[in-house]
């Protein structure tokens, strides 16, 4: 078996996570040798008796093959760590997931990535500001990460998809389980059109409170930065904001009533140096993105190919070279030329000089 499919058996057993999962591959060379360690090896390198001794049983009760075959029925995709397609922000982290398990597709990384996350009590307040913001976020060309739990982050997946844009749902149980049930529309609605469902835990693996804090790193782990539109002191979505201030990532919040237990979180924040955020143009401004509808300009334009709209985006913020343009939209040098060519005649882009292209003025 190719190296990759060890990484699943490592993911599927509990005991070693991300990092203890790094350091077996530094010291044995790589996830298939790391599986075929002996007892004596496990131990020798500090993994622990009782632990070494509970990973053998489980891998040799365990059957990769089998668990491949299992994935495969429930039209369930993986990807390692060290795939090409790993998400790249995501991949930066300390204590990346071993394997993300995933239903639907990952929207293409050219476009920027923001969670939003919040109370499950959401308020009439705490509805609108989530629903006008999101709404901003995703007419501004961002993908939409939360954690499909009630309240702001379902609100939060609704509005990217009413509004024709592209959401993650992170979860904190396996792939396929739906959690919470009322959300299974919503669930389907991601999986077959508006984006994908992820989780770093095997599927089968049943909801529960204390696997809600690893979920939350991925939800930041994967954004430019974390939006809190409403929650208590002690919410959860302000452990996804701390998460987020440790891996190095733009922390918002909104200010809410003052004599509104939800609006103690957004303003603990604020008060320890979170971005305030009223309008969608405060974000762009701390994200240094221009505040450009990538969507909508597409629209405008008219009919483009798959191609064109994602050489459109990639030139969205910033004038590339056409060996940039290549490496980014992984399209072949002679029919990227062609391409190229046919969008200076529609006037949507411009040569620049020496192979530099950027967007002409009618799409800027």
Not at 44 to 59: D, M, P
Not at 266 to 290: F, H, R, S, W
Not at 317 to 338: P, R
Request: aromatic share 8%.
């Amino acid at each position: 078996m190719e190296d990759r499919v060890y990484y699943l058996g490592f993911s599927a057993f509990p005991g070693i996570g991300p990092l203890r999962f790094k350091l077996l591959v530094k010291f044995f060379g790589s996830a298939k040798a790391s599986w075929n360690a002996s007892y004596k090896d496990l131990v020798k390198i500090n993994l622990g008796e009782k632990l070494a001794a509970r990973f053998i049983q489980f891998r040799d009760d365990f059957s990769l093959s089998l668990y491949i075959s299992k994935l495969k029925d429930k039209e369930i995709k993986f990807i390692t760590l060290f795939d090409d397609n790993y998400p790249k922000l995501l991949k930066q982290i300390s204590d990346a997931p071993i394997v993300i398990y995933m239903r639907g597709n990952l929207p293409d990384e050219v476009r920027p990535r923001i969670g939003v996350v919040g109370t499950r009590r959401i308020t009439i307040y705490g509805r609108d500001v989530t629903e006008k913001l999101t709404a901003e976020l995703v007419g501004a060309g961002f993908i939409i990460v939360s954690g499909m739990a009630y309240g702001v982050d379902t609100k939060a997946h609704e509005t990217a998809i009413e509004n024709d844009g592209k959401t993650i749902a992170v979860l904190g149980c396996g792939v396929d389980i739906i959690h919470p049930r009322s959300n299974f529309n919503l669930y389907w609605q991601i999986v077959k059109k508006h984006g994908a469902v992820i989780s770093e835990f095997p599927p089968g693996m049943m909801a529960n409170v204390g696997l809600f804090p690893a979920r939350n790193r991925i939800i930041s782990g994967l954004s430019l930065g974390v939006l809190v539109t409403e929650g208590a002191e002690d919410s959860g979505s302000l452990i996804t904001a701390s998460y987020g201030a440790e891996q190095g990532r733009e922390v918002f919040a909104i200010p809410g009533p003052i004599n509104s237990n939800l609006s103690r979180g957004p303003t603990k924040l604020l008060k320890a140096g979170a971005k305030l955020v009223t309008e969608v143009g405060d974000i762009l401004e701390e994200l240094k993105i221009k505040p450009i509808s990538q969507i909508r300009q597409i629209s405008q334009i008219g009919n483009l190919t798959k191609d064109e709209e994602k050489i459109l985006e990639l030139l969205q913020n910033e004038s590339l070279h056409f060996d940039a343009i290549i490496a980014k939209a992984k399209i072949d040098a002679t029919k990227l030329a062609s391409i190229l060519s046919m969008m200076e005649l529609k006037n949507i882009i411009k040569n620049s000089g020496e192979g530099n292209y950027n967007l002409t003025e009618i799409v800027k």
